[in-house]
């Protein structure tokens, strides 16, 4: 494997444990049912004993919460249910005391119908350079096209229900998403201006990077042709489609003059040093088209989405991974390894079905549900796996604690857009959204409150309190120990920023060698059979000891030696040689 070498060949980022805030989620300090930044001030601790080298807060910036926080009403300020700047700042100089980098979500396909440039559009007349910021088209006869929202029906919106002027009855504006997020208007050199502006606001307060929404989908033809997909994205059946959805294709995917806004920015962030990073949530097809992304000159690392995608079975799994590490390579960057966050069920409830399970519209209690003890199994030997190669790992909150996804959450307290706008048939992302639990007292919401708080905004699982941090603290073989110790390890070894070889296997097992920037050895090996697997002949030389890992799937005693029985069913170790 050819590794093209670049400049920032030794910045942070390359190999850091990143772990994903979702600040509505993660801990409520005055008991409204909210996270707030408050409530993070106070994790502080906790977050650093998890061993993890990077926070990155999904938004918090002011909005009317359509798409909890994705609406930004304006960028530059706090949303005050979750604080102010002077608390922001605090959390920040908490977090880089404790060596700990703060990595914040930038949003930039659309803002808010509350935004004030959007509201000063809705206000101008046809024509009139204040709507050049967004995309808004003349249509007499419907639609300008065809497009879909990826949140169900059109992602078209008639302007005069909003304006309230004649003069726009025959005008549409573009929403790729929900009608309160309408799409900038990337053409125009004062959108790019604006966002410049923004990113050195929260670079000189100190942030270390930005994640970057839809990074994929800022530009669109400027033709807008029509789609082959049409207008419901959510019920297609195609040459681009999967498990009934359409993919992130079309002409307001993936089009070639994104890459220049990021080399625009990659500019920006140059100004304040080479460790300041971008991460792209960029919904693309292939490794190699993840790969674009992250040239020299572009971003720092994008989100590995394929892996995320990809059964977790054997020989799929061993594609896309060399494909993976193939394609970061040929630019020089970093792998970066993800398997939950806030738009995914979470893995350890994914894991728990058979493979080919179909997740991917949000699960109910009218759903088959899964095998929760295999499913957390699978969920620790998987992250397991992708912690000890070189790269980057992203973790999201909660699943250090090995939490399911919430899979009996009452269809009425659904908040997800997605539920409503797809005529009540997905049911979208709010079961990976469920607040924390931080202790098992149910009157403070599990811990996320204080005592006799409001109701959580989405309620808890009432076997929260079982899966708390408090519960687990004192077990030395919980998830959230296990965690600590295994991104301890990582962290000691330096299993980040190693070389890794695949190694002769059985076809169920992955294994790789994984030489450490500290010049030791470990094989990193993950069995997804039902049964015992033999290791490499590697495993079994003189003085090989393990160093990591997981439970089995079976009953039988996971302490056996590997010498004598091989890896089990569902395991993965991690073993010096």
């Known amino acids: 494997m050819n590794q093209l070498h670049r400049n920032d060949w030794n910045q942070w980022w390359r190999s850091a444990a990143i772990y994903q805030v979702y600040p509505r989620s993660f801990s409520d300090s005055n008991g409204d049912g909210i996270g707030d930044l408050g409530g993070v001030l106070e994790k502080i601790d906790y977050l650093e004993q998890l061993n993890i080298d990077a926070v990155w807060f999904s938004p918090f910036y002011p909005s009317p919460q359509h798409d909890t926080g994705y609406d930004v009403a304006d960028y530059l300020d706090i949303n005050p249910e979750y604080g102010d700047l002077e608390t922001f700042d605090k959390v920040l100089a908490e977090l880089h005391a404790r060596g700990i980098k703060v990595i914040i979500d930038v949003v930039p396909n659309h803002s808010s119908w509350e935004h004030p440039l959007f509201k000063q559009a809705l206000s101008a007349q046809p024509g009139d350079p204040a709507r050049d910021m967004y995309m808004f088209r003349k249509s007499s006869g419907g639609a300008p096209n065809n497009w879909g929202s990826m949140f169900g029906g059109s992602a078209w919106s008639k302007v005069e229900p909003l304006s309230g002027k004649a003069s726009d009855s025959d005008w549409w504006y573009l929403h790729i998403f929900d009608a309160s997020q309408p799409d900038f208007n990337w053409e125009n050199p004062k959108v790019h201006e604006f966002f410049r502006s923004y990113l050195r606001f929260w670079l000189d307060r100190g942030v270390d990077g930005f994640r970057v929404d839809v990074a994929h989908g800022l530009v669109k033809d400027p033709a807008l042709p029509d789609d082959e997909v049409g207008p419901d994205r959510l019920?297609?059946?195609?040459?681009?489609?999967?498990?009934?959805?359409?993919?992130?294709?079309?002409?307001?995917?993936?089009?070639?003059?994104?890459?220049?806004?990021?080399?625009?920015?990659?500019?920006?962030?140059?100004?304040?040093?080479?460790?300041?990073?971008?991460?792209?949530?960029?919904?693309?097809?292939?490794?190699?088209?993840?790969?674009?992304?992250?040239?020299?000159?572009?971003?720092?690392?994008?989100?590995?989405?394929?892996?995320?995608?990809?059964?977790?079975?054997?020989?799929?799994?061993?594609?896309?991974?060399?494909?993976?590490?193939?394609?970061?390579?040929?630019?020089?960057?970093?792998?970066?390894?993800?398997?939950?966050?806030?738009?995914?069920?979470?893995?350890?409830?994914?894991?728990?079905?058979?493979?080919?399970?179909?997740?991917?519209?949000?699960?109910?209690?009218?759903?088959?549900?899964?095998?929760?003890?295999?499913?957390?199994?699978?969920?620790?030997?998987?992250?397991?796996?992708?912690?000890?190669?070189?790269?980057?790992?992203?973790?999201?909150?909660?699943?250090?604690?090995?939490?399911?996804?919430?899979t009996t959450l009452p269809d009425d307290a659904r908040q997800d857009p997605t539920w409503k706008r797809s005529g009540y048939r997905v049911r979208g992302r709010d079961g990976c959204r469920v607040p924390l639990p931080w202790s098992n007292n149910p009157s403070s919401n599990f811990g996320f409150s204080p005592a006799r708080a409001s109701s959580p905004w989405l309620p808890q699982p009432a076997d929260w309190g079982e899966l708390s941090a408090q519960v687990q603290e004192s077990n030395p073989y919980s998830p959230l120990n296990f965690y600590r110790k295994m991104l301890a390890t990582r962290r000691s070894l330096g299993l980040g920023m190693g070389k890794s070889t695949w190694l002769d296997s059985d076809p169920e097992v992955l294994s790789l060698l994984v030489t450490a920037s500290c010049g030791r050895k470990v094989i990193v090996a993950t069995n997804l059979a039902v049964g015992y697997r033999p290791l490499p002949q590697l495993a079994l030389s003189k003085g090989t000891k393990v160093l990591l890992q997981t439970p089995t799937i079976t009953s039988e005693d996971a302490e056996c030696s590997f010498r004598d029985r091989g890896i089990g069913p569902g395991q993965t170790l991690w073993i010096e040689v």
């Not at 460790?275 to 994008?302: G, H, K």
Request: aromatic share 10%; charged share 20%; proline share 7%.
């Open 235 to 406: 019920n297609y059946e195609g040459p681009n489609s999967e498990n009934g959805r359409a993919l992130d294709v079309g002409p307001f995917f993936n089009q070639p003059g994104v890459h220049d806004i990021y080399r625009e920015w990659r500019q920006v962030l140059d100004e304040y040093g080479r460790d300041r990073m971008l991460v792209a949530e960029a919904w693309v097809n292939t490794p190699e088209q993840e790969a674009m992304y992250v040239r020299e000159d572009e971003m720092s690392q994008a989100f590995n989405f394929s892996v995320v995608n990809c059964p977790w079975e054997p020989g799929a799994l061993r594609k896309v991974i060399r494909r993976t590490q193939e394609a970061s390579a040929s630019v020089g960057a970093p792998a970066t390894w993800v398997l939950s966050n806030h738009d995914t069920v979470r893995h350890s409830t994914r894991l728990g079905y058979p493979t080919g399970a179909n997740t991917d519209n949000g699960i109910g209690v009218t759903d088959p549900q899964p095998d929760r003890e295999i499913g957390l199994t699978r969920a620790l030997s998987a992250t397991a796996f992708l912690a000890g190669l070189p790269g980057s790992i992203y973790l999201y909150n909660g699943e250090e604690l090995g939490l399911p996804e919430a």
